[in-house]
């Protein structure tokens, strides 16, 4: 049977180049395409595939969370982090959400093949260069005491919200895209600043840019 793959990147031409190449390779479909993380969730609760191909900094929901809804509802779906960045938060994060595998963007041609076939086998992919960034981050940090990260300070929710806030969302567009009030929003927002000590949008958004929740270039 035909390994099925969803592919989830903001670039059209990165989806579409990979498409390509996926298509060229025997035993593999291309059964969905997503531009963002909560698209990405929604196709893989509905299409089941068997791997998502996951790109991290994406609009609207980033990689990082989106894998962790994904895993934490459908275990059995392999899930592999694809980014230009091999920056030690990230990956730590992305493989600690779930993901099982990681290819930087400029070697996903080369290795995007092996890292299927590996993931499907219940086994970790990383490129070589992330390999390193893993062991150096496991014997520096063996114990995760002390951990400042975003996901261990704001739950889920204050995450997508603080994501969306720093993509300029309005405080009634976020209220709109997640369904429930303003005033709902406005009181995650005040509990994300409380818990950060930040006073304005702009530390917001400076801080997510920092802990990978989204870029400046989304």
Do not use: W
Request: charged share 25%.
């Amino acid at each position: 049977m035909s390994i099925r793959i969803l592919l989830a990147d903001d670039h059209r031409i990165v989806r579409e180049g990979l498409r390509s190449l996926l298509e060229k390779q025997p035993g593999m479909e291309v059964i969905a395409e997503a531009e963002n993380g909560r698209t990405t969730v929604a196709l893989t609760r509905k299409l089941k595939p068997d791997v998502v191909i996951m790109d991290i900094t994406m609009p609207d929901l980033n990689g990082i969370e989106a894998t962790r809804q994904i895993i934490s509802e459908l275990p059995d779906v392999k899930v592999i982090a694809l980014s230009m960045h091999s920056v030690r938060k990230l990956v730590v994060e992305i493989l600690s959400a779930g993901a099982s595998g990681y290819l930087l963007k400029h070697s996903a041609f080369e290795e995007l093949g092996e890292a299927l076939h590996t993931v499907i086998n219940n086994q970790t992919y990383l490129s070589p260069k992330i390999a390193g960034i893993v062991v150096e981050h496991y014997v520096r940090h063996p114990t995760p005491q002390g951990d400042t990260s975003v996901s261990s300070i704001l739950t889920v929710r204050e995450r997508e919200i603080l994501q969306l806030l720093a993509e300029g969302n309005s405080t009634r567009q976020i209220a709109s895209s997640l369904y429930v009030s303003v005033s709902t929003i406005e009181s995650h927002r005040k509990k994300i600043m409380d818990k950060l000590c930040f006073h304005s949008i702009a530390e917001l958004t400076k801080y997510a840019i920092r802990e990978g929740l989204t870029s400046l270039d989304t």
